[in-house]
């Protein structure tokens, strides 16, 4: 699908105890290709949060293209590669394959 497309597979949704949306863990998919990896990020945090992609706060003075990185030069398969970082109130982790885990800290994203 296009970039404005959904964000690509897995729908899982974990939830501790109860059906608090704090306590949710998200897990998905993204296309892990050159060029467009840091958005389609982006736009799987927006569909989480329902909001459009323009409403989030600037990623690239956060991690500077790290997830593109990763997919333009992707490390050997062996190496199992991944990124830990936290943005818009999600410790948010992505494997070299495009793997998604967030979590929600916090309640709605945090001023700019």
């Given at each position: 699908?296009?970039?404005?497309?959904?964000?690509?597979?897995?729908?899982?949704?974990?939830?501790?105890?109860?059906?608090?949306?704090?306590?949710?863990?998200?897990?998905?998919?993204?296309?892990?290709?050159?060029?467009?990896?840091?958005?389609?990020?982006?736009?799987?945090?927006?569909?989480?949060?329902?909001?459009?992609?323009?409403?989030?706060?600037?990623?690239?003075?956060?991690?500077?293209?790290?997830?593109?990185?990763?997919?333009?030069?992707?490390?050997?398969?062996?190496?199992?590669?991944?990124?830990?970082?936290?943005?818009?109130?999600?410790?948010?982790?992505?494997?070299?394959?495009?793997k998604v885990s967030?979590?929600?800290?916090?309640?709605?994203?945090?001023?700019?």
């Open positions: 699908m296009g970039p404005d497309g959904p964000a690509d597979g897995d729908d899982r949704v974990d939830r501790d105890e109860g059906d608090d949306r704090a306590d949710e863990i998200v897990h998905r998919r993204i296309e892990p290709k050159a060029g467009d990896a840091d958005y389609r990020l982006l736009r799987l945090i927006a569909e989480v949060e329902g909001i459009d992609v323009t409403e989030l706060p600037p990623i690239y003075d956060r991690i500077d293209h790290l997830v593109t990185r990763m997919s333009e030069n992707p490390p050997s398969p062996e190496a199992q590669a991944q990124l830990s970082f936290s943005y818009a109130g999600y410790p948010i982790t992505i494997d070299q394959d495009g967030l979590i929600r800290i916090a309640d709605g994203l945090p001023p700019e």
